[in-house]
């Protein structure tokens, strides 16, 4: 219910973009539709990458954990090779189902190695 007290009130006090008895108001308005800057994040892409580091070693240590619960260090590196391995079929698959649609698209035939 707070939540949509908050947004009436926030609407109650953004509502003019195109009210023409209130020209300054409607000038406002419009340009701040086009003002970007408080949209997106402030989070450089140096912030974005550290970030994903912080996630990727969070995610890689919860299944080093859970993996050696249950399995011994030798088959655990057997299966990060093998979902490795899987993983670069797939991607490979994808890209060739993309230079299919590419070479079709475009009339240029290349094969994967001169992709």
Do not use: C
């Not at 949509?4 to 006090?13: A, F, G, I, R, T």
């Not at 011994?72 to 993983?87: C, D, F, P, W």
Request: glycine share 6%; hydrophobic share 35%; charged share 30%.
């Amino acid at each position: 219910m707070e939540a949509l007290e908050s947004w009436h009130e926030w609407y109650s006090n953004h509502q003019g973009v195109a009210e023409l008895n209130k020209p300054l108001k409607t000038k406002d308005s419009r340009e701040n539709l086009h003002n970007t800057k408080q949209i997106f994040s402030t989070m450089t892409d140096a912030d974005l990458v550290n970030r994903a580091e912080k996630e990727i070693l969070e995610w890689m240590g919860d299944t080093l954990v859970q993996g050696l619960e249950r399995l011994s260090g030798a088959r655990l590196y057997e299966l990060i090779v093998q979902a490795t391995k899987e993983n670069l079929d797939y991607t490979k698959k994808e890209y060739l189902k993309a230079l299919e649609v590419y070479q079709l698209l475009s009339g240029n035939v290349m094969d994967e190695n001169n992709g």
